[in-house]
């Protein structure tokens, strides 16, 4: 005996300390479910010293501790011991017993003993692994163990085989040294890699370290010769300085006299020059009136022709919107009908659905009642061929029973009456229902009629709220637009005031000026405003008259001149810059001429200019001053026309903003806004702004009642719907209860047909045996020959019973076949409804959409529609007159008579323009000559500067220093070539790193040091792969002959435990395949089977096997005691009976500790302990000793 007791306390359901003693041979813990038997077993393993809580199953380690019932507190600490028996000194340790203990508390603190003396983990290990136990062997066998090797794939398998021949410890190492090795080559990647990296490094530092030391060389001979220079030339500079100074005073003298003479042909250049430019500025008119004329010409050709071309893109988007809009109509009525047509077959398919709930009904009851036949029928002839082989091979116990059969006689007669009466009653409750089925039937059809007529109503109702909700759609949609524009003029607004505030458009000195004036009372007081602030115009004319003011609109109005003499002061005062003033008791009006007021009347003319505004009469100074006798035209092409028949007597300004002096000339083109620009619809915007915020606002608030009237119609047509859907839904409701009746009367109809059926069946059966019985009366007088004919009749009687209730069978598999038909009828056709339904929300989410489209597409048709009209009149504008024409070509003649004169005043200036030059040339080569005099001798002071700051920061000397390190016989000139040359050879070698010599040493050292650690690791690598080939080698030998040994095993044990039989492992793997990674299969032949696989063997045969191999790894590993928890759980009876007699012939070399709860194996243990839950929550023990008991009972000393 090896294993002596364990000791509990704490330990899971163990609460209190519990000591279980075991003896040789078989002992068995049985109990109930969930009374803690297994809980044994865990503690065990716990102290063999598993780590993991889920082997344990529980969550965590301290899952162990006893958790505490309602009645009791939880316990800070579990303890469970180990006692083994040492007398044979199966553990290293001299003494006689030893235990083996580990604890546990809350906190984590655990710890392990030995006899009661502190201890490690692994020395426990140590010595279980000593001893062939283990957490991870086979001391503990649980019935997962048997699943795994019944379940597991035959790779998955091997870990069982590896773990029985003790290869667990070699593959613990060699997975050790594949890591090593992984890990070492991961190294040597990083290695090459830094090697390689430093290779790429040396040779760009090996270049550097050889150019930072032609650096050195070239850096000291440059010095030498700089230096050297710099003193000779220092020494040398005051005799080469005073050359050039006498050459500087002759040229001064020929300098003199050409000034003289430039300044006499210049008079008379610049006489003619003056002559020409009047000729010019002439001729520059006559040109610019000649293309603005031509400009206007072809711009308004250009302009009918843009015109025309939008003319026909807007007819073209006209044209594509009303293809659209036919379109989405068309495509709004094939969603409609396409909805409808959905709905009508969801319709049928509800009608069908509810059609098939009625047949499946009906045919679920008709199977029930032909499996209540068939009950009966194989009862009758069950009872009828009993009472046919007791009639005829008992005949003498009838003869002599006489007594009994005239009792069966009466019996029979009874039940006959008693059936017939049932009948009776059976067949007057099938009538009953079957009128009462009528009635129902009738009304489901007056209801049907209703609720179909209800759906369409209710349809059409729904349809009218979804177009409402569609109106209220539109509603919030142009709501959401309105509140958009409303916000972005708010912005507006505030972006325009902002410019207003921050006089943004004008120059600097009047923005400050104006900002100072609205915070500073002394300034504020003296400004009335700007020009742009006291006159207002319609937007049509602004244009017309920023342009017509010019810079004007910048300037300032004052009340007085004294006004803005002391606002200059302060600008003067302040540094504000330039700003003009207008003071109004200091300007003189201009009103407009006759000529003007008449000119009003021409075409094109629009009006004067003083009239086509609004401003204070305070102002009337001012703006007359500015303003007056100016016309304001529509084009320029009118404006030109005015002027030339007036006779330039005032000046025109177009609305594209186009002038026409009253000196003729014309000034006009592109235009971009530039400062100042804009700053006289500053106001007029701010007010737009406001006035569009104000009609907005009014539209926005009868849209918000038209959504509230239009969400009450809503809500009251909701109304409408909810209750017309009540009513439909009361009816539908009503429907289902009479359908559900109809189902339930034609299944109450149906079992009382069936039960009719049954009770003539029945009482025809007991008429049967009746006459049956009466026959057996007659028996006993009757010759063997009439005994004969009676029970073949019998028979014939049997079979006619047989075929009836096969006839009944195969009527119900018809039924069944019929029925799983009309299931997967009726889930084709609720899937059908279901795609109906999103066939449905689709085609509505596409109509809304459209709709939402075609309205947009109709106001954008409007629009284009209203924009054509307004081109069609711009196009009938934009052609040419006769008298356009005419004034081209008269401007024209004129151009060509000064150009003929400008032409000789051209030729006399070329002749004073040479003569000039000549001089000018002569006095530039004298001016030059003395010039570059002038220069050497700064050059040289230069120079010398120069050289003394190059030298002093590069060498860090001065003159004195330099001296120091002068050379006898130095050519200087020599030299110059020389420091270019070596400058040239220091900027060839580009950015030098000084530091590149020791740089590269110290790269060079770490390289070299790193080949040696790469070699180093190589070699290792090469080590621990040889160290591994022989592992794997060992392995390969350890598991092949530990795999024989259990297969040979194996053959036995199954042939014991089955009694007869073959069976045998086998490694599956192919050729090149790794021996070490096969699987193992398990190939087995019960007595009375064919060979094969285990997994096609029955569930108890494969449990068996699996036992068979855990007996037989058991032989080849011999364990001191050996924990079986259930694992003979998957067995029958009689597989159970041999496992248990198997179980007790072993015991005789290990002791068996087996928690079960089947009887066979109960009935071979030793000795018997019982695990029982008396408070809940508490495992107790209560242990038998079976061999004690059965020797009291043969004394007869146990009641």
Known sequence: MDLKEIQLSGFKSFADKTTIRFDDGVTCIVGPNGCGKSNVADAVRWVLGEQSARALRGGNMQDVIFGGTQSRKPQSSCEVTLVFDNTNKIFDLDVAEVAMTRRLDRNGNSGYFINGQASRLKDIVRLFHGIGLGKEGYSIIGQG???????????????????????????????????????????????????????????????????????REYSESLKYNEVNTYVYKYDGAEGEKNKFRERVAGYSDKIISLNTQAELLNKSYEDNRKKSAEADLKLTELNDRRVELSVGNERKDGEWKLVREKISTYKSQISAAEEFLENGKNRTGELADLVAAAKTAIQKGETRIAEIDNETDLLSQAIKALTGKI???????????????????????????????????????????????????????????????????????????????????????????????????????????????????????????????????????????????????????????????????????????????????????????DDARILIEYL????????????????????????????????????????????????????????????????????????????????????????????????????????????????????????????????LEKLKTAIAESEKGKEEAEAAVNALRAKYQGSLNELAVLSQREISLAAEAEEAKNNVGVYEETLRGFEEKLAHLKDEEAYAGKSEEELNALRQGAEATLEKQRAQCEAFKTERDEKSAKLHALEVEKAAAEKQIESFNADIRRYEAEKEDLISRIISTEREKANAYAELTQLEERAKQAE???????????????????????????????????????????????????????IEISKIDTNLENMRQRIEEAYGIDYEGCLALKADNFNADEAAGLISALKRKITLLGNVNLNAVEEYADEKAHYDEMVIQRDDLQKAIDDLQKALDEIRAEMLKIFDKGFNDINENFKVTFKELFGGGNAELQMDYIEGEDPLEAGVEIVACPPGKKLTKISLLSGGERALTAIAILFAILKCRPMPFCILDEIEAALDEANVDRFASYLKRFAQETQFIVITHRRPTMNQSDALFGVTMQEKGVSKIVSVKLGEVEKELGEGTVE
Do not use: W
């Open 880 to 934: 040419l007159t006769e008298e356009e024409k005419a004034a081209v070509q008269a401007i024209n003649d004129e151009i060509a008579t000064l150009s003929a004169e400008k032409e000789a005043l051209n030729l006399r200036q070329v002749q004073l323009d040479e003569e000039r030059t000549a001089v000018q040339e002569e006095l530039s080569r004298q001016t030059d000559k003395r010039y570059k005099c002038e």
């Open 375 to 561: 009950d009966v029928f194989e009862r009758l002839s069950d009872e009828n061929r009993q009472s046919q082989l007791s009639s005829a091979e008992n005949l003498s116990e009838i003869r002599k029973n006489q007594g009994s059969l005239t009792a069966q006689k009466q019996a029979a007669e009874d039940r006959i009456a008693e059936l017939k009466a049932a009948l009776q009653k059976e067949n007057a409750r099938r009538e009953k229902l079957n009128e009462e089925l009528e009635g129902v039937r009738k009304d489901l059809k007056k209801l049907k009629e209703f609720t179909s007529g209800g759906e369409k109503e209710l349809a059409e109702r729904e349809e009218e709220i979804r177009d409402m909700q569609l109106t209220i759609n539109n509603f919030n949609q142009e709501l959401f637009s309105v509140g958009g524009q409303i916000s972005s003029l708010k912005d507006s607004l505030e972006m325009y005031v902002g410019i207003k505030n921050r006089y943004e458009g004008y120059k600097d000195s009047v923005r400050r000026l104006l900002s100072v004036a609205k915070t500073n009372p002394e300034v504020g007081s003296h400004v009335k405003g700007t020009i742009a602030d006291i006159i207002h115009t319609d937007q049509k004319y602004e244009l017309a008259f920023e342009v017509a003011l010019g810079a004007a609109t910048q300037n300032v109005v004052t009340p007085t001149q």
């Open 572 to 699: 003067k005062r302040t540094g504000g810059g330039v700003v003009t003033f207008l003071p109004v008791s200091g300007m003189k009006p201009r009103p407009d001429s006759r000529e003007a007021q008449r000119a009003v009347n021409e075409k094109g003319a629009i009006g004067l200019a003083t009239e086509l505004i609004r401003y204070d009469d305070y102002y009337y100074n001012v703006v007359t001053n500015l303003l007056g006798n100016t016309l304001i035209c529509d084009t320029v092409y009118n404006a030109t026309a005015i002027a030339k028949k007036y006779g330039n007597m005032f000046k025109i300004v177009t609305l594209d903003g186009d002038i026409v002096s009253t000196s003729g000339a014309m000034t006009g083109g592109s235009r971009q806004q530039k400062s100042g620009a804009g700053v006289l619809s500053g106001e007029r915007k701010i007010e737009e702004c406001r006035e569009n915020i104000v009609k907005k606002q009014k539209y």
């Open 145 to 215: 163990k048997v699943e795994q090797i019944m379940n597991a794939k035959p790779e998955d398998r091997r870990l069982i085989f590896e773990e029985a021949t003790g290869l667990m410890v070699y593959k613990s190492r060699k997975e050790e040294i594949e890591r090593k090795i992984d890990s070492s080559k991961n190294n040597l990647f990083i290695y090459v890699q830094r090697i390689e990296e430093a290779e790429r490094r040396l040779g760009p530092l090996s270049k550097q370290a050889d150019a930072a030391r032609e650096y």
